[in-house]
């Protein structure tokens, strides 16, 4: 690159060098170089619209375009060198363009601003992410339902309160995961539909006096409309928190997996081993595997919520139109986006190698009275009013325990002794699969419903190549 060092987007007005410190607090090129393609792809549809316009002669238009995808090239070949003093990447670009074509170059920002121009790149960087995401967990979902195929007859406890509750398929239980991470999807969809909307033209604030055609540069880009109010346009960041929301609902959803994992994989639960590939080990005791995975999933959650309360405080008290408080919106994002991309991509994978330990699910089931709602169930199906069976299915509870005993283990003499309606057929109805198999409501956890959902989930998660 020559030296353009001094290439500044303003200088007229200016009499006196920028101070060293000021130059430094002002700078953006070190993040927003990540805009150089949106910037580069709306400069080119800009310039190709002020030419059909004839705002610009359209030899100066071609060349324009055709510089800028030089100067695209010179970036990616890594050929540019990022200059504190060039502020950020729209004087970068403009700088370069200056040094390749000459003075067309100087009329590329007829009828813009960078504010304007700056909003367009960011909401194109934003909806190119929502595609990235919506990849990401849709890898996310395959995987959470190729291991609940794999393990479709399993069957450990469900919980609430952190207690054995009822018997469910971890097939089920994985799903769940699946339905969260398809609302995800959709508020990302969601966000995706309203940065799609074109800034350009809005100019500094109040529009431009040039016969622009918005519209068209809007289909170049892939925009579905253009911004409606100028002052709007350029101050509006509702799509970058919107992201950021989504993405943090999104990283809690991860989360709360991953908090499971860890769970799951402790000698307490013993439920699953993650891959080693996945876990590290200690530097002072050499029985330790660590979830160090799981455990970061779960702890970069602050990280992205962080930076969503970041961009709702810079917003809060801005008054219109743009003010530079806005450069702060890019590092939140950008960060967010890689951050919950990282963990949907580890995700995928330790799933994949996820060792499932149905003994040890099963012998949890087994010892929790998982079944003592069955038993009330059974005895309310016998006529026994459900609070007496409740109290009946108690006692039995208290019987068993006393005796370090499960439910199914008590005699029919025991049964008859607690009431006379028990019969040998409550034995069946103890098992574990008959109560999951029961529970055939709509979204519960019965094995014809749970494969019913699988099959549904695989059809629309796997459709046919388009
Ligand atoms: N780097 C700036 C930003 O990110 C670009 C817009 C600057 N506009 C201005 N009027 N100084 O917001």
Redesign the pocket.
Known sequence: MADNADYKLWGGRFTEPTHALMERLNA?IGF?KRLYAQDIAASQAHAAMLGRQGIISQEDAAAIVQGLGQVLTEIEAGQIQWRAGL??I?THVEARLKEIIGEPAGRLHTAR???D??ATDLRLWVMEACRHLDQGLLLYQRALVTLAEAHDQVIMPGYTHLQRAQPVLLAHHLLAYVEMAGRDRQRLADCHRRAAVLPLGAA?LAGTTYSVDPASVAAQLGFTGVCANSLDAVSDRDFAAELLFALTLTQVHLSRLAEELILWSTSEFGFVRLSDAFSTGSSIMPQKKNPDAAELIRGKTGRVLGHLVAMLTVLKGLPLA?N?D??E??EPVFDAVDTVLDCLKVLAPMLETLEVRPGAMASAVKGGFLNATELADYLAAKGVPFRQAHEIAGRAVRLAESGQRALEELSISEYKGLSSVIEEDVFEVLKPEHAVNRRQSPGGTAGVTVRAALKEARKRLWPPSA
């Open positions: 953006s927003d502020e950020d729209h601003s960078r504010n121009q700056v500094a743009y530079k806005l450069q919106d890019k």
